[in-house]
C-alpha cells in the first residue's frame, strides 16, 4: 500500500514549517511593495495527521499580482535600463560583480531556510534540495569567473588595418526570466545571473510552483543590486501578458513547454527584436543495444528514467532495448525500480516522492490506460497505482508508436521500453520526434557506437555513452535542437547568449592614439578600459 502520509510527530524537527510564510511583498523599484489584492494560497502536496484526518500542509500565500503590477515592473526596469545609459548598464564589469558576490554572501545565509521550503513545496528530495542549493552557489561563482576571463581577455586594443579596437559584449536590454518548478532555483539563477552579470536588469517571475523559497531572497535583493535592476513579482499570464505587451523586454529566458514560449513571443509588439533564450520539453531516449553491459545499462536507465520521480528534462522518458535483450532487460529493471525508496521526501535515499502539479497523477494514469488499450503490459508490481499525489512507478511494455507515451513528455514516473530490432525503430523516433535535446547509447561495441554517433548528433545536442542523460557538468553546453532549446545554458555560453560583441574603433592617428590612451589611463570610461579584473 502507497504511503502517503504521515503523522506530525515523524516529520525531523528541523524541518518542519512552524509559521506559514505569508509573502504579502514582491520587489519593484527597488521597494518590496504591500500588496493588497487576491493571495495565492500554497499547499504542499504532502498530508499530515494532527490528531484528525491528514491534510495538506499549508505553507503559506504570495501576491496574485495583477497587470497593472506588472506595468509597474516594466516601467522599473525601463528606468534602471534608461535607454542603455543607466547605473547597472554602464557600470564596471568589476562593479556588477562585487554586487552579485555581496548577494550570493547573503544567499548562503539562507541556505536552510530555502532548502527547507523548496522539500515542502515541490516534494523534492531533501539531500537533491540540499545539492540544488549547492550547485546553484558553485554555477554563480564559476559564472562570475568565465566572466573575469572573458574580460580580461578583452582588456586590450586590437589593431587591424590601421584601426584601432576594443571589442567587449554589452548587455541586450530588460530582461524577463521565467525559470521551472523542477529546479526552482538552480535553473532559474542559471538565466537570472548572467543576465545580471552582464549589465541586463531583470524581472524575475519565480515558477508557479517553488514560488515561496524566493521570499528569503526578497532583501537581499533590494539591498544588494541598485533600484530596479532585480524586480521580482509573483502570477500568471495575466500578470506576464502586459509585461510582454509593453514592448519594453529585450530579452526572454523561459525554461518550459514550447507552447507556452510561442504564445509569449508572439505577445510581443516586435518579436523579432526579442532575444529568446529558451529550455524548453524533451523525449531523451535510451537504446540499450545487444552488446550492452547490461548491469551498467539497467542501473543508469533506472536512476535516469526515475530520479525525482522523473521530473527532470534530461530525464530518460523512453527506453529502447534490443530483442534479444528484453526478457534480461525488464526482469532486471523491474528489480531496480522495486528497490527504489518511495515516501516523503525526508526519507533517506528516497527516489519516489508526491508529485505537485495538480492533475499529474490522473493524466499520467490516462497514459497507462492508453498503452494497455494498444496492446502495452505494466510489467512492474503495483505500477500505476496512486494515491492523492503519489504515484507508483509504471513500466510499461511492449510499446509502440500508436501509444501516447511514446509521443508525449509524460515528465513523470511512467517508462516506456520499446523492443527493437532494427536500428530504424530508435532512430526514426528520433528523427520525426518534435524533440532533440540528448540521447543515450548503451554498447561495448566500438565499432556499433561510432556507426550510431555519426549520424545522431545531427538529431540531438548531446550524446551520452554508457550512462544516463544529465545537464552537467555546468561548463559543457546546455542546449537542444528542435523545439527542445533555443540559445545554450553553460557557464560561459549564458554570458555570450546575455550580452552582444560591440566594439569602439578609431583610425589609428596620432591625435587618436593619444585621445585613446588619455581616457584609459585616466579610467574616464568603463567599456574602453585596459583594467585586468584580477
Not at 524566493?214 to 521580482?232: H, I, K, Q, T, W
Request: charged share 20%; hydrophobic share 40%.
Amino acid at each position: 500500500m502507497l504511503k502517503l502520509f504521515t503523522d506530525a510527530q515523524d516529520v525531523p524537527e528541523a524541518l518542519r514549517i512552524l509559521k506559514p510564510v505569508e509573502l504579502r511583498g514582491y520587489l519593484v523599484g527597488g521597494r518590496i511593495v504591500e500588496w493588497a489584492g487576491p493571495m495565492q494560497r500554497v499547499d504542499s502536496p504532502i498530508e499530515v495527521r494532527r490528531g484528525g484526518p491528514p491534510e495538506p500542509v499549508h505553507l503559506g500565500s504570495c501576491p496574485q499580482l495583477d497587470a497593472q503590477a506588472g506595468i509597474a515592473a516594466v516601467e522599473a526596469v525601463r528606468q534602471a535600463w534608461d535607454n542603455g545609459m543607466g547605473l547597472w548598464p554602464t557600470m564596471s564589469v568589476a562593479g556588477r560583480i562585487s554586487r552579485v558576490e555581496a548577494f550570493t554572501g547573503r544567499m548562503i545565509e539562507e541556505r536552510d531556510t530555502i532548502v527547507r521550503l523548496m522539500m515542502w513545496e515541490i516534494c523534492k528530495p531533501l539531500a537533491e534540495c540540499r545539492v540544488e542549493f549547492d550547485r546553484t552557489v558553485e554555477y554563480i561563482r564559476d559564472t562570475v569567473d568565465a566572466l573575469k576571463d572573458l574580460d580580461r581577455a578583452s582588456s586590450r586594443f586590437v589593431i587591424e588595418k590601421g584601426i584601432y579596437a576594443q571589442i567587449r559584449r554589452a548587455p541586450l536590454g530588460p530582461t524577463l526570466c521565467m525559470g521551472p518548478y523542477n529546479y526552482p532555483l538552480n535553473e532559474t539563477f542559471a538565466t537570472l545571473l548572467p543576465a545580471l552579470l552582464m549589465g541586463n536588469p531583470v524581472i524575475l517571475k519565480p515558477p508557479r510552483l517553488g514560488r515561496l523559497l524566493y521570499a528569503p531572497l526578497m532583501e537581499a535583493f533590494r539591498d544588494c543590486f541598485p533600484s530596479g535592476v532585480v524586480n521580482v513579482v509573483f502570477g500568471d499570464r495575466t500578470l506576464i501578458g502586459p509585461i510582454l505587451e509593453s514592448g519594453a523586454i529585450s530579452v526572454l529566458a523561459f525554461i518550459g513547454s514550447s507552447a507556452a514560449a510561442s504564445a509569449m513571443r508572439t505577445s510581443h509588439p516586435n518579436p523579432n527584436r526579442l532575444r529568446c533564450i529558451l529550455g524548453l520539453g524533451a523525449k531523451n531516449p535510451a537504446i540499450v543495444m545487444k552488446s550492452a553491459d547490461m548491469e551498467l545499462a539497467v542501473a543508469e536507465c533506472a536512476a535516469g528514467s526515475l530520479s525525482f520521480s522523473g521530473q527532470r528534462c534530461t530525464a530518460l522518458k523512453i527506453l529502447f532495448v534490443h530483442e534479444d535483450r528484453l526478457e534480461e532487460f525488464i526482469e532486471r529493471f523491474t528489480e531496480a525500480v522495486a528497490a527504489m525508496p518511495i515516501g516523503m521526501p525526508w526519507t533517506q535515499g528516497v527516489r519516489i516522492t508526491p508529485l505537485p502539479e495538480p492533475g499529474k497523477c490522473e493524466y499520467l494514469s490516462e497514459l497507462v490506460a492508453d498503452a494497455v488499450a494498444h496492446g502495452a503490459k505494466v510489467v512492474n508490481a503495483g505500477g500505476g497505482r496512486s494515491a492523492k499525489s503519489l504515484f507508483h512507478p509504471a513500466v510499461l511494455s511492449p510499446v509502440n508508436a500508436g501509444m501516447r507515451v511514446y509521443h508525449e513528455e509524460q515528465f513523470g514516473p511512467v517508462v516506456p521500453i520499446v523492443p527493437f530490432r532494427d536500428m530504424a525503430t530508435p532512430v526514426n523516433s528520433m528523427v520525426e520526434s518534435p524533440f532533440g535535446q540528448q540521447l543515450s547509447i548503451f554498447s561495448d561495441d566500438p565499432q556499433e557506437v561510432a556507426h550510431l554517433i555519426d549520424p545522431l548528433v545531427n538529431q540531438v545536442c548531446r550524446v551520452n555513452i554508457n550512462c544516463l542523460c544529465q545537464r552537467g557538468p555546468d561548463t559543457f553546453p546546455f542546449t537542444g535542437r528542435k523545439d527542445s532549446a533555443e540559445g545554450t545554458l553553460s557557464v560561459g555560453d549564458a554570458l555570450r547568449c546575455f550580452s552582444i560583441r560591440t566594439l569602439v574603433a578609431a583610425k589609428g592617428t596620432g591625435r587618436n592614439k593619444e585621445l585613446l590612451a588619455a581616457i584609459t589611463r585616466e579610467h574616464s570610461s568603463n567599456f574602453l578600459s585596459t583594467d585586468f579584473i584580477m
